[in-house]
């Protein structure tokens, strides 16, 4: 099954009108298509044309080795070197020194690209998965930029986190009437909702999934965005 899965996938791709050039399918073809998942060794060139990763680089007036340079306040480059060790501590990439100095730059790159956003963690982990699947850093920053800005999650990490409020309010809402038992429960012991699962939004359940899910849920996530209405 994944063997003709990819087959076909990679018939579709040799009909694209540009070479990596996905968004130029129909929207419902496309959709099909990630939902099903996307191969692995595809998954980099699918990423980087759904999010518009090269137009975002493109009308940049800074490269990104301007913005690893750029200087921090000493509590966000604190907060981005704590964060290192903690991040997915058993993945052979961030086991290494120069696994560790490529999430930094990521890192301290968008916190110099976005200085409303700055740094926030949860945002370590993002950039992981970005550094793993597509394999450089640059691609990487690019792609954690044009991801933010496509999903309209900047109020995630910055305005006293009110875009993650709102969205666990929408949350809640859904559970009372999907499931009033488990949504009553949690009120009659005091529980609070965002806390259980404000790490799955601000990480984009890159934490909370095992990382092969995890991508699956991104493949379809960076096409269609996050679902905040029914």
Not at 181 to 194: C, P
Request: hydrophobic share 40%; charged share 25%.
């Amino acid at each position: 099954f994944r063997s003709r899965r990819r087959r076909r996938f990679e018939a579709r791709r040799q009909r694209l009108g540009q070479h990596g050039d996905w968004t130029s399918l129909p929207e419902p073809v496309l959709k099909k298509l990630l939902r099903k998942g996307v191969p692995f060794q595809h998954r980099p060139e699918v990423w980087w044309s759904v999010l518009g990763c090269e137009v975002l680089r493109q009308r940049s007036p800074t490269a990104y080795t301007a913005h690893v340079a750029g200087s921090l306040s000493p509590q966000t480059a604190d907060e981005i070197e704590r964060d290192l060790q903690r991040t997915f501590p058993s993945h052979s990439t961030f086991c290494a020194a120069a696994g560790r100095a490529k999430l930094r730059n990521v890192l301290r790159g968008y916190a110099c690209y976005n200085p409303r956003v700055k740094y926030c963690q949860g945002m370590n982990f993002i950039a992981a998965m970005l550094l793993v699947v597509l394999g450089d850093e640059e691609r990487a920053f690019w792609a954690l930029a044009a991801a933010i800005e496509r999903l309209g999650v900047e109020g995630y990490y910055c305005d006293s986190m009110k875009l993650l409020r709102a969205d666990v309010r929408v949350l809640e809402g859904l559970l009372a009437r999907k499931c009033p038992r488990v949504s009553r429960a949690f009120r009659e012991n005091d529980v609070e909702l965002i806390s259980i699962v404000s790490e799955w939004y601000i990480t984009w359940f890159s934490k909370c999934l095992p990382p092969l899910t995890t991508v699956r849920v991104w493949d379809t996530l960076f096409l269609e965005g996050f679902k905040r209405s029914e």
